[in-house]
């Protein structure tokens, strides 16, 4: 057990509505210590999976994400940083969650990988909206079927965020958003864009019809409607549906769709990633939207 240390304030005038203060640091040196077990085997993803949504925590890597989390209203349980890193949170009012710092063998020790952000933090969740209450508040939506991977994950939620889409909607066997990975690699943006599970699935496609949306099934298939030659009322309001990596949409998904839509393609290549599939898409919906 360390003893409780402090960081001096980070040198230099705070920005603006910042405030340099001193923060009480917990020197961790045994990885075991019962105080950071929200970061143990971070690695493990079918661990974290049990462990993270039914304790009602995320971790979040990285000052950046942190920082985006904290706006975004999660509240924090606690931070865990490179010891060598700690003026990082000097401006950063913690509140009640405690501060620990430790050196990078214990922190690699603890994770499972090099933390070299050097900047962790656990966070709570906030209860999930239902899909009504994002449809009702959305005029553009992306759902996706079947996304367990949580690199494409988080790379769609960034794309949805810098290109005017308004929520995501998941079926139950998707990826989840919060999961370390998806929260790095969306940089953040997941906290920014509503989503909500669709269940059941794929019947509860029908909810978003009713909420006066087309669904727009993605496939190369080569009879589908190039996704440029969608008509204004199509465009309108559009709810995207993608599929898994390789994949693809399951036929009971394409069945409940309105319009099956295909990005154009060149030199024989068939189709993208998902996730650059859905940023391509969501550009084309939203291209003539005022900026």
């Not at 994400?65 to 401006?91: E, N, T």
Request: overall charge neutral.
């Amino acid at each position: 057990m360390g003893e409780a240390i402090s960081v001096r304030p980070v040198a230099g005038p705070p920005g603006p509505g910042r405030q340099n203060h001193r923060v009480p640091v917990h020197e961790i040196t045994d990885p075991d210590d019962d105080r950071i077990a929200d970061y143990r085997a971070l690695t493990d993803v079918e661990l974290r999976t049990r462990w993270e949504p039914p304790h009602g925590l995320f971790i979040a890597e990285g000052e950046l994400v942190l920082r985006r989390a904290l706006r975004a209203g999660y509240p924090a349980r606690s931070y865990l940083v490179d010891a060598k890193r700690v003026d990082q949170l000097a401006d950063l009012d913690t509140g009640e969650a405690p501060v620990y710092a430790a050196t990078q063998d214990v922190l690699q020790r603890a994770t499972g990988f090099h933390v070299h952000r050097g900047v962790l933090a656990s966070f709570r969740r906030k209860p999930l909206p239902s899909a009504a209450e994002v449809l009702d508040a959305a005029r553009r939506v992306v759902v996706l079927e079947d996304v367990n991977n949580h690199t494409n994950l988080g790379a769609i939620f960034r794309a949805v965020a810098a290109l005017g889409v308004d929520a995501v909607l998941l079926s139950p066997t998707c990826a989840d958003p919060l999961y370390r990975r998806s929260v790095r690699v969306s940089m953040g943006e997941v906290f920014a864009i509503p989503y909500a599970k669709l269940d059941p699935w794929p019947d509860a496609l029908a909810q978003v019809r009713a909420a006066g949306f087309t669904v727009l099934a993605m496939t190369p298939a080569p009879d589908a409607v190039p996704i440029q030659r969608l008509d204004a009322a199509q465009r309108a309001r559009a709810a995207l549906l993608m599929g898994a990596e390789g994949a693809g949409l399951t036929r009971a998904a394409m069945a409940a769709s309105d319009v099956r839509v295909v990005i154009p393609m060149r030199r024989g290549v068939d189709s993208l990633n998902v996730a650059a599939a859905t940023a391509v898409a969501c550009w084309e919906l939203g291209r003539d939207d005022p900026l």
